[in-house]
């Protein structure tokens, strides 16, 4: 009975989710689940509740997050990696929930933050690209795999004009290293990271810092790559030394650099593309794992930007063709 609640939800809002997505009704008699509709679309949505059931007996809460994914890989005969996914745990909160991949995307980005030197993890904000780099860095480093954390960002302000911050250096960078902070304060808690911030051991720091420094046996993270310029993004990767590793996060649709400014996320991923030991994990809007209405919107942001790109491109080709024609004559 337990995990029948886990998985109808409260007022039965996701039993109506799956049932509306698979066209299909879903009754459930004396713990028993009954599900008719289409043949095809039963099928498919057994797949997935047995999936769901199998993920709240491992003890996992279900949320709408999980039920709006386990839908999506359902419909796609992808419903088994539901658990595949679940099961690759990376470290605990301090309030002792479990730090783990909610989707493929992430499950791909994790594996290829194990797996590689330097990582870029690129996509949209809610994909969990920070969060999961910060908990690969803490994991590693209370392991002993490393023997600092450095995170780091471009302190860039986002659209405005915040003029002169009162206090000492540290109070004004504080402020643009804050989500840092609170990725660390809740898998790491407040005690340790001041101890181990006191001790060298952790650093926050902004990317100019990182000039003229070689960078030995740590963990460094990136934040906000797409607001480094190519100079900054070059001077960064050049300070990487023995037993480092390194993630780079970004969002492409998000810069916060003057319009002509080129980003040196974007001159990255193209110069780097082809080196061995550096990996690109492009992530989605279908791996956002903040409220569901946040996919949504950077979905619709997708496809508005879409149409605007191709909306120019067909304008170019047409406007290039007038000139060619005038010229002629």
């Known amino acids: 009975m337990e995990h029948m609640r886990n998985l109808f939800g409260e007022y039965d809002t996701y039993i109506k989710k799956l049932e509306k997505d698979f066209h299909v009704m879903i009754i459930n008699r004396d713990g028993v689940v009954k599900i008719s509709g289409r043949r095809e679309d039963v099928e498919k949505a057994a797949k997935t509740v047995r999936e769901l059931v199998m993920l709240s007996e491992r003890g996992t809460v279900l949320q709408e997050q999980n039920i709006d994914y386990a839908i999506e890989l359902g419909k796609e005969n992808q419903e088994e990696m539901l658990l595949a996914i679940d099961g690759d745990c990376i470290c605990h909160t301090m309030s002792g929930k479990p730090v783990k991949p909610k989707t493929l995307g992430q499950k791909q980005y994790v594996d290829a933050i194990r797996n590689n030197m330097i990582v870029f993890g690129l996509g949209p904000a809610g994909t969990g690209k920070t ?180 909306y120019f491109k067909n304008y170019d080709k047409k406007h290039r063709g007038r000139k060619f024609e005038h010229g002629r004559k």
């Open 131 to 310: 969060y999961l780099a910060m908990a690969m860095a803490i994991t590693a480093f209370k392991n002993n795999e490393v023997s600092r954390i450095i995170l780091t960002r471009p302190a860039i302000e986002a659209g405005e004009k915040l003029g002169f911050l009162p206090g000492d250096l540290q109070s004004k960078v504080d402020p643009y290293l804050r989500p840092l902070y609170d990725a660390l304060y809740q898998i790491m808690g407040a005690d340790s990271f001041t101890k181990n911030m006191e001790k060298g051991l952790i650093e926050v720091a902004p990317l100019a810092y990182m000039r003229g420094r070689t960078l030995d046996n740590a963990y460094i993270i990136l934040d906000e790559a797409q607001n480094t310029t190519p100079a900054q993004m070059k001077m960064f990767l050049t300070r990487i030394g023995f037993g480092s590793k390194v993630v780079i996060t970004g969002d492409a649709s998000q810069k916060d650099l003057a319009p002509d400014a080129k980003s040196g996320l974007d001159v990255a991923a193209k110069v780097l593309s082809k080196i061995e030991d550096i990996a690109f994990c492009q992530l989605t809007s279908k791996d956002v794992v903040r409220h569901p209405l946040v996919q949504k919107i950077v979905k619709a942001y997708e496809n508005y930007e879409a149409k605007e790109n191709n």
